[in-house]
């Protein structure tokens, strides 16, 4: 049941993920300049989509605000395709590893076939293959706006690149 819904919210975002532009991600850098600083001051992830419009335009779709450590995407307008999924780590918790992305984050973009973009409470902007579940720094700690409450690397290193497989062993899966 949940390959059949996976398919068809593939249908409705489009075609597969590919490579990001630089256009992308310039407007992701500059949206998350923006929006990590409140993600971190209220403590919650916010997320949505980078789309492209119905000129060809690509845009920031609707935010969403969700919890500490959960956020629901608004789907985009009709007549726009899902580019990426793009959300905030919200503040810097002890009891997350939250410098690096999710397994939740990483399958949940492959089972739609999109890339992702997260945005941590150490500054780091990471990019996700949603195709292949490859992962990789677009930049590094604090090249975003940080949470200065934020203890790097207390869940030890974090790597540059990961696989799904290699986040999977760093979570211990």
């Given at each position: 049941m949940r390959m059949i819904a996976a398919f068809c919210m593939g249908l409705l975002l489009g075609s597969p993920a590919l490579a990001q532009s630089a256009e992308e991600a310039e407007l992701v850098v500059a949206m998350f300049r923006s929006?990590?600083?409140q993600s971190i001051t209220h403590?919650?992830?916010v997320c949505g989509y980078i789309v492209e419009s119905p000129s060809g335009r690509i845009e920031v779709g609707k935010a969403s605000w969700g919890g500490n450590a959960s956020c629901g995407t608004i789907p985009p307008p009709d007549?726009?395709?899902?580019?990426a999924s793009w959300h905030t780590?919200?503040?810097w918790a002890a009891g997350y590893d939250n410098e690096v992305p999710s397994l939740i984050d990483v399958e949940g973009d492959m089972s739609l076939?999109?890339?992702g973009w997260i945005a941590t409470p150490g500054g780091r902007l990471w990019y996700v293959?949603?195709?292949?579940?490859e992962m990789h720094q677009y930049c590094g700690a604090q090249c975003l706006p940080f949470d200065p409450d934020a203890q790097m690397d207390?869940?030890?290193p974090v790597d540059k690149r990961y696989t799904l497989l290699q986040l999977r062993?760093?979570?211990g899966q």
């Open positions: 929006m990590n600083p403590d919650r992830e007549g726009f395709r899902v580019l780590h919200a503040a076939g999109i890339n293959n949603g195709q292949t579940g207390t869940r030890g062993a760093r979570f």
